[in-house]
């Protein structure tokens, strides 16, 4: 079955780079159409999509956010990488990953999210 | 900046028949928007639902279904149970870019 995992600091300072990790199993990144996303939520708040990376590499990152993202695979360990740059107490939120087996088809399984305050 | 709107809460009675939707700022919403739709319980990560307007994933309940009405996205409850009490997200695509929506407080009383 297709399981995905987030990890990574619980707490980061303003101004910091954020690098979460998504370890996943049950499908690979190798496969025509499979991609994972990153979408997050700040607490009460509505979802967030932030980036997606395909398995050929292409990679689609939020309008708003670009400038801050990046989304990497290591298909080899299984795992997405995503790094955001000068990081603010606004972006607190629960980040989750999510995998998806088309273009069309989005987020059918979700990692449990983790956490991520920003606070000095 | 693209904006993705839902009704921000609706009440329905158990077995009754609600109806969220999902407005673009661009204009009509069509197939090509791929809307997609997912329920959030609290504490709990979302869960897919619909997927490319009106197609149900394996889990998902026959009472729930996705369509076009009026120009917008629409997903509708039939025969609402109480489980069905939770937080409905909507999502579309802009040309390379994915944009949920505000979300819909649904509460069934």
């Known amino acids: 079955q297709i399981t995905l995992k987030e990890s990574g600091p619980t707490l980061v300072k303003p101004t910091q780079t954020l690098t979460l990790t998504c370890a996943f199993s049950?499908?690979?990144?190798?496969?025509?159409?499979?991609?994972v996303g990153w979408i997050r939520q700040p607490p009460g708040k509505a979802l967030e999509w932030l980036a997606r990376i395909y398995w050929n590499d292409d990679k689609h990152y939020s309008s708003s956010l670009k400038n801050r993202l990046t989304i990497t695979k290591d298909t080899s360990k299984s795992q997405v990488v995503l790094t955001m740059t000068n990081m603010d107490p606004v972006d607190t939120a629960t980040y989750y990953c999510?995998?998806?087996?088309?273009?069309?088809?989005?987020?059918?399984?979700w990692g449990q999210g983790t956490l991520v305050t920003v606070s000095s | 900046q693209t904006v993705v709107t839902q009704e921000p809460s609706l009440t329905v009675s158990p077995g009754g028949t609600v109806t969220l939707t999902c407005a673009s700022s661009?204009?009509?919403?069509?197939?090509?928007?791929?809307p997609n739709w997912f329920q959030q319980k609290p504490g709990q990560a979302p869960r897919a639902l619909i997927y490319s307007t009106s197609n149900k994933h394996s889990w998902t309940p026959a009472r729930f279904s996705g369509s076009l009405l009026g120009g917008k996205a629409a997903l509708t409850l039939s025969g609402v149970q109480p489980e069905d009490e939770a937080e409905y997200y909507c999502?579309?695509?802009?040309?390379?870019?994915?944009?949920f929506g505000g979300g819909t407080k649904l509460t069934v009383l």
């Open positions: 999510a995998h998806s087996p088309n273009f069309w088809l989005l987020f059918d399984y």
């Open positions: 049950g499908f690979s990144l190798s496969t025509t159409g499979v991609n």
């Open positions: 999502l579309l695509y802009f040309g390379g870019v994915w944009v």
């Open positions: 661009t204009g009509a919403v069509t197939n090509s928007d791929y």
